[in-house]
């Protein structure tokens, strides 16, 4: 009965570096969506893929982010030469169907919180 | 664009007592989902309840009930019976037919023993 799984729970990189999120989606989802969280603020869309596919990165910054999830293994949020600005909470969330009609919420896993020293 | 308002950055509850946590929110769609999350300290998001836009009841689930009044555009969380583990932030979403969630800013809530 595993639901969204994001590792790691914690992540701590020093500027310039690379960050790899991960997430693996509930049984049954093959949609996967990413959010940022800034402190103090609600969680932002960021990207919606599904398996081999992006399908809206209309939330993602055009550089240093991408992110994927290929035919076998979990989803990947990637941020190269990272910056202190990068510093926030980003969630994972999966969902049955797709987009966000019907009343399926999205399952949201436990998040990954990325320091930049 | 889609907004969806939270007024209120922080609000207290006497153990037992109800409250309820606004959310408004702005769309020309008429299909639509509106979700309330709770987020405690430890920082997992949990689904409390969902309305939809056609739906033609107030959506009920335990303790959380949604009053949503659709010609205002206002779908509030009404917590019955306050527990002191409802002392969290809670957020209100929105979703059309697009691909993602539209989040308020939160509300923290306190739960006052």
């Known amino acids: 009965n595993a639901g969204v799984m994001q590792n790691p729970r914690h992540l701590v990189r020093r500027r310039g570096q690379e960050a790899r999120l991960r997430c693996s989606p509930m049984?049954?989802?093959?949609?996967v969506y990413w959010y940022r969280q800034l402190p103090e603020e609600g969680l932002k869309f960021m990207v919606y893929l599904q398996k081999e596919n992006i399908i809206d990165e209309s939330g993602m910054p055009k550089e240093r982010f991408s992110a994927e999830f290929p035919k076998e293994g979990p989803s990947i949020l990637r941020i190269q030469q990272v910056v202190r600005g990068d510093s926030a909470a980003y969630f994972c969330?999966?969902?049955?169907?797709?987009?966000?009609?019907?009343?399926?919420?999205?399952?949201f896993g436990d998040g990954t919180r990325l320091s930049i020293l | 664009a889609q907004k969806i308002t939270q007024t209120q950055p922080g609000m207290f509850v006497q153990e037992k007592e109800a409250v309820t946590l606004d959310c408004t929110y702005d769309t020309s769609d008429p299909s639509y989902g509106l979700f309330w999350y709770k987020q405690p300290s430890s920082g997992e998001m949990i689904f409390l309840i969902y309305q939809g836009s056609y739906d033609q009841q107030n959506a009920t689930e335990g303790r959380y009930s949604l009053n949503f009044q659709k010609a205002r555009k206002s779908a509030n969380l009404v917590i019955s019976a306050s527990q002191l583990g409802d002392s969290a932030m809670y957020f209100c979403a929105f979703s059309n037919t697009g691909n993602q969630f539209y989040f308020g800013t939160g509300t923290s809530l306190t739960v006052i023993p």
């Open positions: 049984k049954g989802h093959s949609h």
């Open positions: 969330a999966s969902s049955p169907l797709p987009g966000t009609m019907s009343n399926q919420p999205q399952h």
